[in-house]
């Protein structure tokens, strides 16, 4: 005897796979696209639970794995928001981002690099609002700028600051 209960949730499972089998997704993500399709919530929570105790949905191992995967270099602050954004719990994306094997300051000093290869005539201004955007604090900021200065001199000037 088939109960239509168990079949919807055999299709929510199996819905889940399909989604699963595309992109590693995180548990908030799972239910928004399973909630999209038209499933029920029990049914939901029920195949979310299946693929969690499958092992095929961790939120942990979601977030390690995408701030390892991140190219550009950004700060704590923002690998943490975008982690939150994702449905990923706070103190879980705050564990992922510590166990990132580049610290803040050395991303910092690469965002840098990359910023005055891009632009090499960057005043510190602009330069100090571009790492701001890239979500590090202003205390590292300022910290690479002065070592960066003392290794190589100071950035462009502002071009009023050269007519003067």
Not at 38 to 65: E, I, P, W, Y
Not at 140 to 159: D, K, N
């Amino acid at each position: 005897m088939c109960y239509p209960e168990h079949e919807e949730a055999r299709e929510a499972y199996v819905c889940a796979l399909r989604m699963l089998a595309r992109r590693r997704l995180t548990e908030a993500q799972l239910w928004q696209r399973l909630e999209r399709k038209g499933h029920g919530d029990d049914v939901m929570r029920t195949a979310v639970a299946r693929c969690k105790r499958d092992g095929l949905l961790d939120d942990a191992l979601f977030a390690r794995l995408y701030v390892e995967g991140r190219r550009k270099a950004c700060g704590d602050a923002r690998y943490v928001g975008e982690l939150i954004r994702k449905g990923i719990d706070a103190d879980v994306a705050e564990r992922a981002v510590q166990t990132m094997e580049s610290d803040e300051s050395s991303r910092c000093n690469a965002a840098l690099i990359a910023h005055l290869r891009a632009r090499p005539q960057s005043s510190y201004p602009s330069t100090a609002r571009a790492l701001e955007r890239l979500g590090f604090p202003a205390a590292t900021i300022y910290s690479v700028l002065r070592l960066h200065a003392q290794q190589f001199g100071p950035l462009a000037r502002v071009e009023s600051d050269a007519a003067t």
